[in-house]
């Protein structure tokens, strides 16, 4: 249902996970911009996601697999109204493709109007297939240069959106911390 990629995680699959859920619902109602599930593979954090999506008003955005400014993009203009869509492509697409720091300016457009009334979670599922890898040693990882600007746009955007959240999903514990999150 809310992702297309990839199948969506069952109620069932959630069992378990009743306090992660409830930390992250805790942490949006606290006034956290964001949160940041992590932990090992197959734990359930994509299922918590999930269920904290079909808990809240807000509709779900999930990016997955692409974390590029332009992957980002065409998630969220998806989500806005059918009517908003074309419009809003046509002023920002090609802008975007040419340098992902522009993302921020359109991703700031979008909050600030159609999704100011209709808030959306941004879910950024598998955060660790956009970090550098990691090398013996390294007390924390970076973002791999490629997705840097792409997620500096949606971090910096979202901190200071006052009613749409984000969430990440991601395996690794250590790395550099993200402005705005909080650990869950």
């Given at each position: 249902?809310?992702?297309?990629?990839?199948p969506a995680p069952s109620r069932?699959?959630?069992?378990?996970?009743?306090?992660?859920?409830?930390?992250?619902?805790?942490?949006?109602?606290?006034?956290?911009?964001?949160?940041?599930?992590?932990g090992m593979g197959a734990l359930g954090k994509s299922s918590v996601a999930a269920r904290v999506a079909n808990r809240t008003a807000l509709k779900p955005v999930v990016v997955f697999d692409r974390y590029d400014a332009l992957a980002i993009f065409d998630e969220v203009l998806a989500a806005l109204?059918?009517?908003?869509?074309r419009a809003r492509k046509e002023a920002w697409r090609e802008s975007v493709k040419e340098d992902a720091a522009v993302l921020a300016g359109a991703l700031e457009d979008w909050l600030e109007g159609p999704f100011h009334d209709a808030?959306?979670?941004?879910?950024?599922?598998?955060?660790?297939?956009?970090?550098?890898?990691?090398r013996p040693g390294d007390a924390a990882t970076g973002v791999a240069p490629d997705y840097g600007d792409a997620l500096g746009a949606v971090l910096t955007v979202f901190a200071r959106a006052p009613?749409?959240?984000?969430?990440s999903t991601g395996r690794?514990?250590?790395?550099?911390?993200?402005?705005?999150?909080r650990r869950c």
């Open positions: 249902m809310w992702w297309s990629r990839r069932r699959s959630a069992s378990g996970r009743r306090r992660a859920i409830q930390a992250v619902l805790r942490a949006f109602r606290d006034g956290a911009p964001g949160v940041l599930i992590h109204p059918a009517c908003e869509q808030p959306i979670l941004l879910i950024v599922d598998d955060l660790e297939q956009a970090l550098e890898t990691p009613t749409n959240r984000r969430c690794r514990r250590r790395h550099r911390a993200i402005p705005g999150c």
